[in-house]
């Protein structure tokens, strides 16, 4: 399979830890989003990178949310001191840098915190 | 801020009746998907539209993209239980250096009955 893969798949933590998730994106696409959808709603975007770089985050990533792509590959995202409030499915999407490039997204993520 | 709208937000039909679902926006996009998304998984693309007025056909979908690049509309004719889903649609900024980011409504939820 060579789609956009995530791990874990669910994820229940407390409230105050820190969670970390992974995402690896379609091999040839060089650009990585991450989306986060709550229930009842449509994804909405946290960032995005172009390879290594880290070109547009949106204002819902507060100072506890980081990513990273260290060697423009696969992403982390990681929540500090989470909330219940973080409770959400997290998305991760690639594309190709190209006019119109269509996003891939990959299964998710669910976080649950209790 | 872009935002899009679609409706409706719930819709219920028998298998074999036929139903359109709206995307609709005040802001331009430079192209329009539209997706699939099962309860518990990530979004699948089904379409892209970029040219205003398109029309593309999937077997039993339809898909159109206002003249204005607007709006959208996505049509099933002889709905099948398979189709039962959440159906997202998603724009690309379209003014001159915007954001690579999709802006997705919040969807409508098809049940199709047998």
């Known amino acids: 399979d060579t789609g956009v893969s995530q791990d874990p798949r669910h994820k229940i933590t407390k409230r105050g830890q820190n969670v970390t998730f992974r995402c690896d994106p379609i091999?040839?696409?060089?650009?990585l989003y991450w989306y986060r959808q709550t229930l009842g709603q449509g994804p909405e975007f946290l960032t995005y990178f172009q390879n290594e770089a880290q070109l547009e985050k949106s204002r819902l990533l507060s100072d506890r949310f980081s990513a990273e792509r260290p060697k423009g590959s696969f992403s982390t995202l990681e929540i500090q001191r989470t909330e219940q409030g973080d409770s959400a499915m997290y998305l991760c999407?690639?594309?190709?840098?190209?006019?119109?490039?269509?996003?891939?997204f990959g299964p998710g993520t669910r976080l649950t915190v209790l | 801020t872009q935002l899009l709208e679609q409706s409706p937000q719930f819709l219920s039909i028998q298998e074999g009746e036929n139903l359109t679902v709206y995307c609709n926006s005040s802001s331009v996009f430079s192209s329009l998907q539209w997706y699939r998304q099962e309860p518990g998984e990530g979004p699948v693309l089904l379409v892209t539209v970029v040219t205003g007025g398109e029309v593309k056909k999937l077997k039993r979908l339809t898909f159109q993209f206002g003249d204005a690049r607007k709006d959208s509309s996505l049509h099933i004719t002889a709905a099948q239980p398979g189709d039962t889903g959440l159906y997202l649609c998603a724009g690309r900024d379209g003014r001159r250096g915007g954001s690579e980011k999709l802006v997705f409504g919040k969807g409508t939820k098809l049940t199709v009955n047998p």
């Open positions: 091999s040839e696409h060089n650009r």
């Open positions: 999407a690639s594309s190709r840098t190209s006019a119109g490039g269509e996003q891939f």
